[in-house]
């Protein structure tokens, strides 16, 4: 779990592999940077003598770091409990989109020190994948995340979990079940393509259009954590989540809808005055969106920043 060295710079360059392991295991980018920094407060914490004996500092950080991350997860359900509508992990922008002309937004450069700059983009991130690990208990997620993403041995993962490495094994394949039941997601360029074909509708207030978009049992998710307005429980069913739309089309003059990467894949980004207010992620498969997540909750999008 991670490289030997004891010197301050082989020990600042495991933020980045921490930083991943921990939004993937607890879906906010807000929590992966304070589990990371308790992680590296805990290794300073040690007396030398004790960080001097432990062969590789990168093992010892992701053992931490998970462990650290396993209680949140517990803690999380109870709070979630009391969250205001439903619960949609954090987004994450693509900084190399938005530099493109008339596309300005976050700012910063790819190697700064925001934490949502170290994310790797690819499918273990995607929001419906992460929605998917967020059905998982906390010990099937860890398993399931260090085994199967990060391909830790279950040996190391056991000391995590305090288990044997056999019930990691049977935890990580339980999780891999939910994963398989979950549906594939079609081409990427297909998922562009009826991404932008929602903008447009969604523009126009084309209703039919937008029907003829969503699959016929398609979901809408909404999360605003009680801080902006939003449905509070999912809308279900095509033809209801184009009339929301189009009705949010009536109410929100000046909206600005941009194509937009969202944890790696095509979304929308709607911005007013400069400012990104809403992220949406789309689950799209045989040319229909069957899912749609959409994040307001302001506290959620400050990796999105805001227009110079």
Avoid at 132 to 144: H, N, W, Y
Wanted: net charge neutral; proline share 6%.
């Amino acid at each position: 779990m991670g490289t030997v060295g004891t010197g301050a710079d082989a020990i600042a360059g495991e933020r980045r592999q921490l930083i991943n392991v921990a939004y993937r295991l607890l879906g906010s980018v807000t929590e992966a940077e304070d589990a990371v920094q308790d992680a590296f407060a805990r290794w300073y914490g040690l007396p030398r003598s004790r960080r001097e004996e432990i062969l590789s500092p990168g093992a010892w950080l992701t053992t931490v770091t998970s462990r650290i991350c396993l209680d949140l997860l517990g803690s999380a359900r109870a709070r979630r409990e009391r969250y205001v509508g439903a619960w949609l992990p954090e987004p994450l922008p693509d900084r190399a989109e938005w530099g493109r002309a008339g596309g300005a937004g976050p700012t910063g450069p790819a190697d700064s020190a925001d934490p949502a700059d170290q994310i790797v983009l690819d499918e273990s991130v995607t929001m419906a994948f992460l929605v998917v690990l967020e059905s998982m208990t906390p010990a099937e997620r860890v398993a399931f995340v260090l085994h199967d993403v990060f391909r830790y041995p279950f040996a190391e993962i056991a000391d995590v979990l305090g288990r044997t490495p056999a019930a990691c094994k049977q935890l990580a394949a339980s999780a891999r079940r939910r994963v398989g039941a979950a549906r594939a997601p079609g081409a990427a360029a297909d998922r562009a393509a009826v991404v932008r074909h929602v903008k447009e509708a969604w523009e126009s207030k084309d209703i039919a259009g937008l029907v003829g978009l969503l699959d016929p049992a398609a979901v809408m998710t909404a999360d605003g954590g009680g801080m902006v307005g939003t449905v509070l429980r999912p809308v279900e069913g095509g033809a209801r989540i184009a009339q929301y739309m189009a009705a949010i089309a009536d109410r929100a003059p000046g909206l600005e809808l941009l194509e937009r990467s969202v944890n790696g894949m095509p979304g929308l980004v709607a911005r007013r005055a400069g400012a990104v207010v809403t992220v949406a992620a789309f689950d799209v498969c045989d040319g229909r969106v069957g899912r749609i997540w959409v994040v307001r909750n302001p506290e959620k999008l400050r990796p999105w920043g805001q227009e110079g």
